[in-house]
């Protein structure tokens, strides 16, 4: 069985773009989330090996979320997934903890080198 992923982003066509991504590389998607809140409670249902995590959603913002995670886990394995224009607030990620960014539009091989960089 494949290292378990759980994808959040607000845009379900961007989360069937990271599943059709990892599926065919023998990850498992746990779960999938639109927004921050639901992306806390379902990590803490799921518990999922890795987090990508999108930064600007409605009702609290992955930044927001992934703070919240990796208060209760330090161990949590989020790669926040952004678009261009965002780098104060990748540089504010780093600190609290996330392993990696991916900047959309993305390339399969990028996304795949910072899930594989994450879970090694």
């Known amino acids: 069985m494949g290292k378990r992923i759980l994808i959040v982003d607000d845009a379900t066509f961007i989360r069937m ?4 991504i990892l599926v065919p590389r023998g990850f498992e998607i746990a779960g999938e989330a639109a ?13 999922p090996d890795l987090v990508t995590m999108d930064i600007t959603m409605n009702e609290k913002d992955g930044l927001q979320a992934a703070r ?8 949590a394995r989020i790669i926040m997934v952004t678009a261009l224009g965002q780098e104060r607030i990748l540089i504010d990620s780093f600190k609290v903890g996330i392993k990696d960014f991916v900047v959309k539009p ?4 990028r996304l795949l080198t910072a899930v594989e960089k994450a879970l090694a």
């Open 17 to 20: 773009i990271v599943k059709s």
């Open 35 to 47: 927004n921050g809140v639901e992306a806390v409670r379902k990590y803490f249902e799921l518990k």
């Open 68 to 75: 919240e995670i990796l208060a209760v886990d330090k161990n």
């Open 106 to 109: 993305f390339k399969p091989e």
